[in-house]
């Protein structure tokens, strides 16, 4: 990642440019030209920010999803391998949001978006979104919600409506313990109908062996909901992750065993 913020007065930006599959395979291919070297790489955020006051923020631009427990940045999660919630996005958004802080750890947002994962360039859906949160020392919990009109290709017609729920939370019970929550249910419809989507869960449990050494399980449950009329049994996963987290210096390593 190449990472660029800036910060006068009121107002920040920030530029972020991924390589390799991982980013691009949550944020859509290009390729960077270099001296006759290929690499793949994605724009992951573009934004800027006002904050009129410490209780508002406005953002406008690119920027990752408020959406889910685990990022598309490997060093901000525990288990190196992503979980099939996060896999079937949302990844980011093209639009504007508007941050409020309620104090004694009360927050909430509200934005509008493009097409859900789609650049500068595409404009037709509109998608609204929100959250509701709350966070302390220990807790932290993230209700949020996003609908909308999505332009895709199904069954021959535009105008797909989709709806997801979700929520994220973390507690820390101490030094060395933590515990992960995330649930999320999505759902489209095409005129009125249930067109499928999926439901899942997952639960994160983050144990500290030492000052450089920590040791990550995650359980998930992860289903396809079928379409309306759809009698047939719907794709399921049972996915367990055992991850080990150590520091060498300032390199991190990933030791991880899966079962799906």
Do not use: C, W
Not at 23 to 44: I, K, M, R, Y
Not at 53 to 82: C, K, Q, R
Not at 95 to 115: L, R, Y
Not at 241 to 260: A, H, K, W, Y
């Amino acid at each position: 990642n190449l990472l660029a913020e800036k910060t006068v007065g009121k107002v920040s930006f920030v530029g972020q440019v991924g390589f390799g599959p991982r980013a691009v395979g949550a944020n859509s291919d290009s390729n960077l030209d270099l001296g006759g070297l290929n690499f793949a790489s994605t724009v992951q955020q573009l934004f800027v920010a006002y904050s009129p006051s410490e209780s508002v923020t406005f953002t406008l631009g690119n920027f990752g999803t408020f959406v889910g427990y685990e990022v598309i940045d490997a060093p901000a999660n525990m288990n190196y391998s992503m979980s099939h919630l996060f896999s079937n996005g949302p990844f980011y958004h093209t639009g504007a949001k508007v941050d409020f802080s309620f104090g004694e750890g009360f927050g909430a947002m509200v934005g509008v978006f493009n097409d859900t994962d789609s650049k500068f360039d595409a404009v037709e859906g509109k998608l609204f979104g929100g959250q509701l949160s709350y966070s302390n020392d220990a807790l932290g919990i993230y209700l949020n919600a996003i609908t909308g009109k999505e332009v895709e290709d199904l069954v021959g017609e535009d105008d797909v409506t989709e709806f997801q729920v979700d929520l994220t939370a973390t507690y820390q019970g101490s030094e060395s313990f933590m515990l992960g929550l995330n649930s999320s249910s999505y759902s489209t419809s095409f005129d009125g109908n249930a067109a499928g989507g999926f439901f899942g869960t997952a639960l994160y449990l983050t144990a500290g062996l030492s000052e450089t050494a920590d040791l990550s399980f995650r359980g998930e449950y992860f289903t396809a909901t079928a379409a309306e009329g759809d009698d047939t049994d719907q794709a399921n996963v049972l996915a367990l992750t055992l991850s080990g987290n150590f520091m060498v210096g300032d390199m991190r390593i990933f030791p991880e065993v899966r079962l799906d």
